[in-house]
């Protein structure tokens, strides 16, 4: 984009072609080394606008090189014979481009890069992606958690990136603009946008230290002052003017408006100057008022990087596996659960036994417990994972068959409601509808919802309370307090007893944080009526019942 | 009446016994010694079962007799951990014991493949002298879980058999067997009269009069919930640094050996009631451990297990460990333990120059049995003529190892022993000789290296090195 820039503003210089080319032949064989990507990286439509530069660039090059080797009249001749030629030529191939790309759904890009173009295009074709948490769009107080300070500087480098403004400063122009709008779609690119803003404001706060250091230097008694005289007229208004903004800075000791000020102030003098042209006009302000802004200005600094090391040390380097609290006479308490449950499935089940879980423990499963799982974080394969998901949101006979047809034989489910624990599989149960729905029709998500809300009490559908992650999830949860109150959801169960047909249960954690079951045996007979293909009239010899009906709660 | 006539049979089965065994083997050394009195009590309270055998034995023959035979079935045989025996002196106030040497032996005319141990008395007993004896033995894996699956429910029962006779080549006048099982609860046991079971103890006995090799089998099905503890392999391995500091690395391989586990696990029960529900399984394992231990860690494959405790006084230290889960039947755990102990309590000089490390054999959980135990002692470079010496038969070899700046390696003495029991618990010495300058090896390594170091950058930034002027 910025090529295209300097392009059509006619700052074409023989450093942009060696900056640009290079770059894309390289960045292509880069990308197309990774596996995931592949020849991806030459053939999705995402690809194709940096190639369109990349034969633009190589035109303009050569039209320049003609340029300077023919007389201006051959150029003429040669331009027109040229562009002649090349428009059929170009129209025809973008005729045929343009019948490849519109020939795919998506228009060739991929589902997650259309999502960074149109942010409600996951939400509607592909839950999984919208799932992720990395994905929803930020909200503002997470910029100011995640750039803290910055925040303030950004506009102010951009207003500084204008002043002269070259082919490095309309590129940082560019990067911030096309960043900011990005990181606004995904929370995930506020990692690219970060070095934007770090450039930027770097930009602003250099400018800010030029225009106080030259202040303080001019201003030393027995320096000599060139530009003293010449400033006097501008010094005057320079001095009402802050002399104002300092006792602003006073009150409110904030540097934004000031500097804003200030900005605005250098401006109309940076531009006079520049226009003139004959005296270089710098502004000078007074010397107490500069040496507090730079005390200021460090001091700010320092608080930046406070913030960002302990942003490093809290927020982002929680390892969640091994969670700590502290009890109320100071020692720690460690839930270890993870790990527990981790270290039994190793040493416990068979090496060819398939483990079963929701898709975030895919990679520890397979790390620490060294058994094979179904679907884990790499989340390639979208069917497997709805697969999955409808069998954790449908009735434990439905969804014996599906894991039973995946060969699996334990199935590990994460249930915080004992300890408090929040990120557990309950709360991520609608996701699990909502993939699950997006693959299987006969999943729908409102048959979960009690008057379009999410519950596990007694108001809870039924096909919320029958469904397997409910009851893996409680199952003799009610034995632990009598009353079955979940502390997540801060609310008694719906359904409090009930028996497990076709799974048992083989281990719970100590804080019942993961909870692993085994898959029942078929039965060897199956008595009774074999001729009702009705699910609900169940052709098993099981005495099973449904929550309703009985009063009995253990049958 | 009915003594008299038992006494009566007694007298004639005795001397029809000792006609015979005078016409079956004329050389062999059996009929030289009988045995008066044999009171066996045998321990059931916890996995490793501990039989204390008193026999009070007498010469019958002119010949001097300077060692007693112990007999033992072969299936006993291959479970046996360790065979004690002790001689008491003095009369009942001042008694004490002497410690007696057992080695294995073979008797050219065994039975059935009896294997033998033969005690070596102090002083050969004369015609007509007798001795007392206090043997112990203490046999593994010899409890058999029945029903070998239970629920979690479920109580362990285990079988136990044995003979209510005690094997013997020798003719033994009476004897007693006394059982003491941990509960008061035994579900069945075989009967000899005369037998009698009251509280916590099973006695067989007294039998008069039994001739050599009587074996008479008996199985007792009891309730034994104690920790089956087992730990499959255990590596020790032992590294000395003249620094100052022995590092100890243990790698354990454990597994509950008991009934297996079938079925659920319910934690709510577990938790809720744990009288009832997994009575046979446990949870912490406690080591003991040297005092003045440091930089203690208890870690498995995935990382660093948080559930320990360690307390230590001047005299010993405990480590309480907790698996990361509570061990039912067939269930298992590995996990590695580490420590540093100073140097200045286990490495001493010998009378002859020789260093020796005196440390102790075993394994340091308490109650449990060791499968294959293997302790590797890596002796510092330089070391030469190792030799080790232990107070029962181990395997030995040597092996080397290159650790942080080795140049020829250190040596390593590997011993190792099937069948371990906490009674093993004894020190050993490892002997080896060392010069005193070769401690100057390493630091005058390190020391030449950064000097050869900045020689080379002193050279290269005096020296002109540019291809052209």
Not at chain 1, 29 to 44: E, S
């Amino acid at each position: 984009m910025h090529v295209l820039l300097c392009i059509v503003t006619g700052r074409y210089s023989s450093r942009l072609y060696i900056a640009y080319a290079p770059l894309v032949v390289l960045g292509t064989l880069l990308a197309a080394l990774v596996p995931v990507v592949g020849f991806n990286a030459v053939m999705t439509s995402e690809h194709f606008a940096s190639f369109l530069v990349f034969i633009i660039i190589h035109v303009v090059a050569l039209v320049y090189h003609v340029k300077g080797n023919l007389s201006p009249r051959m150029f003429k001749v040669a331009v027109t014979l040229v562009v002649s030629v090349g428009l059929v030529v170009c129209c025809a191939m973008i005729a045929v481009l343009i019948a490849l790309v519109a020939s795919s759904p998506t228009k060739g890009w991929s589902g997650r890069s259309l999502s960074l173009l149109d942010p409600t295009y996951a939400s509607k074709y592909i839950p999984i992606i919208a799932s992720v948490s990395e994905h929803q769009p930020p909200t503002w107080p997470s910029y100011f958690m995640d750039i803290n300070v910055l925040a303030f500087l950004v506009p102010a480098g951009i207003i500084a990136c204008f002043l002269p403004l070259s082919d490095a400063s309309s590129f940082v122009v560019l990067y911030i603009v096309t960043a900011v709008y990005f990181s606004g779609v995904m929370v995930r690119l506020m990692l690219v946008f970060a070095p934007a803003a770090c450039i930027m404001s770097g930009i602003a706060l250099s400018e800010a230290f030029n225009v106080l250091t030259r202040s303080i230097k001019f201003q030393l008694p027995g320096s000599s002052g060139i530009s003293q005289s010449g400033d006097t007229s501008m010094n005057t208004e320079g001095e009402q003017n802050d002399i104002a903004k300092t006792e602003k800075m006073d009150e409110t000791a904030k540097e934004r408006p000031s500097k804003k000020n200030k900005r605005k102030e250098k401006e109309p003098v940076v531009k006079a100057s520049i226009r003139s042209r004959i005296e270089r006009r710098l502004l000078v302000l007074p010397l107490e008022a500069s040496v507090i802004a730079i005390i200021l200005l460090v001091l700010l600094g320092a608080f930046y990087v406070v913030h960002c090391v302990w942003a490093a040390a809290e927020a982002y380097s929680a390892p969640s596996i091994v969670l700590t609290t502290y009890s109320r006479e100071g020692g720690l308490h460690v839930f270890d659960d993870f790990r527990e449950a981790y270290a039994w499935l190793s040493h416990n089940t068979e090496v060819d036994d398939k483990v079963a879980s929701w898709w975030d423990y895919g990679y520890q499963t397979t790390a620490m417990a060294n058994r094979t799982v179904i679907v884990d974080n790499n989340t390639w394969n979208n069917t497997h994972i709805a697969t999955v998901g409808t069998a954790m949101s449908s009735p434990e006979k439905a969804a014996w068959e599906i894991f039973n047809s995946l060969d699996v034989k334990y199935v590990l489910v994460v249930f915080g409601g004992l300890v408090g624990y929040p990120s557990d599989d309950i709360n991520k149960f609608l996701w699990m509808v909502r993939i699950g729905g997006g693959v299987f029709p006969h999943i729908k998500e409102p048959d979960y919802l009690r008057d379009g809300q999410y519950r596990i009490d007694s108001q809870a559908t039924p096909t919320m309370l029958n469904c397997l992650m409910y009851k893996l999830s409680y199952y003799r949860f009610v034995e632990t307090d009598g009353k079955a109150f979940d502390r997540v959801r801060q609310t008694e169960i719906g359904k409090k007893y009930f028996k497990l047909t076709h799974f048992e249960e083989v281990f719970t954690t100590h804080h019942w944080m993961v909870r692993i079951y085994k898959l029942k045996p078929p039965k060897n007979r199956i008595r009774g009526k074999t001729k009702k293909s009705k699910s609900k009239a169940s052709s098993t010899s099981s005495p099973k019942r449904s929550g309703t009906g009985k009063r009995n709660p253990w049958h | 009446m009915a003594r008299s006539i038992s006494m009566e049979a007694a007298g004639l089965t005795l001397a029809f016994l000792i006609l015979t065994f005078l016409t079956i083997s004329a050389a062999s050394s059996t009929n030289q010694i009988q045995i008066l009195n044999a009171e066996r009590r045998i321990d059931l309270s916890s996995h490793i079962v501990k039989v204390f055998l008193t026999l009070k034995v007498e010469n019958v023959m002119t010949a001097p007799a300077s060692e007693i035979v112990l007999a033992f079935p072969p299936a006993q045989a291959d479970h046996l951990a360790l065979v004690k025996a002790q001689a008491a002196i003095g009369k009942k106030k001042k008694k004490s014991y002497v410690h007696l040497d057992v080695n294995p032996t073979e008797l050219p005319d065994a039975p059935n493949g009896t294997k033998y141990f033969s005690i070596s008395l102090l002083n050969p007993l004369s015609l007509g002298e007798t001795a007392t004896l206090e043997v112990l033995y203490i046999l593994t894996h010899s409890l058999k879980p029945f029903p070998a699956e239970i629920s979690q429910s479920e109580s362990q029962l285990v079988y136990f058999r044995d003979s209510a006779l005690i094997l013997s080549p020798y003719h033994v006048k009476q004897q007693t067997t006394f059982l003491k099982t941990p509960s008061t609860k035994v579900e069945s046991f075989t009967r000899v009269e005369p037998t009698k079971f009251a509280g916590r103890e099973l006695k067989y006995g007294p039998y008069e009069d039994r001739p050599p090799y009587s074996f008479s089998p008996v199985t007792v099905h009891l309730e034994n919930n104690s920790p089956f503890a087992v730990v499959e392999e255990l590596l020790r391995e032992v590294e000395i640094s003249h620094w100052g500091n022995i590092q100890i690395t243990e790698h354990y391989k454990l597994v509950h050996a008991g009934a297996r586990h079938k079925g659920v696990f319910s934690r709510v029960e577990y938790q809720s009631r744990p009288s009832f529900s997994g009575t046979s399984s446990f949870k912490h394992l406690l080591a003991s451990l040297p005092p003045r231990v440091h930089s203690v860690y208890y870690r498995d494959d995935i990382g660093n297990i948080s559930s320990s405790h360690l307390r230590s006084d001047y005299r010993k230290s405990e480590l309480e460990i907790e698996p990361r889960y509570p061990l039912f039947g067939g269930w298992k755990a590995t996990f590695v333990i580490g420590y540093g102990l100073p140097l200045e309590d286990f490495l001493f000089e010998s009378p002859d120059g020789k260093r020796y490390l005196n440390f102790s054999f075993g394994c340091p959980l308490a109650e449990t049995v060791v499968d294959k135990l293997t302790i590797k002692v890596v002796l510092p470079e330089g070391s030469k003529d190792p030799s080790a010496a232990v107070p029962f038969p181990v395997e030995q070899r040597l092996e080397t190892k290159y650790s942080y700046l080795d140049v020829v390696g250190r040596t390593v003495l590997v011993l190792e022993k099937k069948n371990v029991v906490p009674e093993h618990i004894t020190p050993f010495q490892v002997y080896y000789t060392f010069k005193p300058i070769f401690m100057l090896a390493e630091p005058l390594m390190l020391a030449s290296v950064f000097f050869l170091f900045f020689v080379a950058c002193l050279a290269y930034l005096h020296n002109d090195l540019s291809i052209r002027k």
